[in-house]
């Protein structure tokens, strides 16, 4: 008959050698750096990341300058274009493989530009799959009725490098595609987006802007560049 596995034990307490080996504690360190790597790898991945906002276009919601970060599980489960750079095989890089909840008029998001799947970028949804979206003189048209737009903010006409950007004002009326979101920069008269090269799918949506966390005003200067009242302002 076979002896249970607390005898085993009780034997190994007697004859005084250590029932569990004691780890080094270079390999403990090594193995809880190796499990946060792991950890901080998945949550970039599949929940939150940070980004930096290079550019203006989203004026004045998002400063050139802020750092925010970006829930990425909000929507489904979302397998990146790239991991590390790398696209292993078999995995179904770019597309979620479930679905949580469905992007809404007014979320600020994140995506993969169409034009240049190397870059990310980030706009407000303007227009939603079902959608007949229209420009007159700046004002926003959803199926022929105009709409509330407190993000919008406009730039005077002597100020801009150039009046062609004005044909952004007026456009349409185009109707949203399925599995397709129309979107547009806050600062429209400075923004690249919908108007001019077409809808976003679904598949490159990477997240929603959640908030700032840190703000550095570059451009201005100053003995310390950072803008404090910036910290934890939420995107909405």
């Not at 980030?122 to 979206?133: A, L, N, Q, S």
């Not at 950007?165 to 806050?186: A, C, L, Q, S």
Request: no cysteine.
């Amino acid at each position: 008959m076979a002896e249970p596995v607390r005898t085993i034990a009780k034997s190994e307490a007697e004859s005084g050698a250590p029932a569990v080996e004691r780890k080094s504690a270079l390999r403990e360190y090594a193995e809880a750096l190796a499990i946060a790597l792991a950890l901080a790898l998945v949550i970039r991945t599949f929940f939150v990341q940070a980004y930096k906002i290079p550019s203006g276009s989203m004026e004045p919601t998002l400063l050139i300058g802020d750092h925010i970060l970006v829930n990425k599980i909000g929507y489904g489960l979302r397998i990146p274009d790239s991991i590390f750079g790398l696209k292993p095989a078999g995995l179904p890089l770019g597309h979620y493989l479930t679905h949580f909840s469905e992007p809404r008029r007014g979320d600020v998001i994140v995506f993969v530009y169409p034009e240049d799947r190397s870059k990310d970028f980030i706009k407000r949804i303007i227009g939603v799959p079902g959608d007949t979206v229209e420009g007159r003189d700046g004002a926003v048209f959803i199926n022929g009725a105009r709409v509330s737009d407190p993000h919008a903010h406009f730039t005077a006409e002597s100020e801009l490098p150039s009046p062609v950007i004005f044909r952004g004002r007026n456009f349409g009326p185009v109707t949203v595609p399925p599995g397709k979101f129309f979107v547009m920069g806050d600062n429209r008269d400075q923004s690249h987006d919908s108007r001019f090269w077409g809808y976003v799918d679904i598949s490159d949506i990477e997240g929603k802007a959640m908030f700032v966390y840190w703000s550095w005003d570059g451009e201005n200067g100053g003995v310390v560049p950072i803008r404090w009242d910036r910290f934890g302002k939420a995107v909405d």
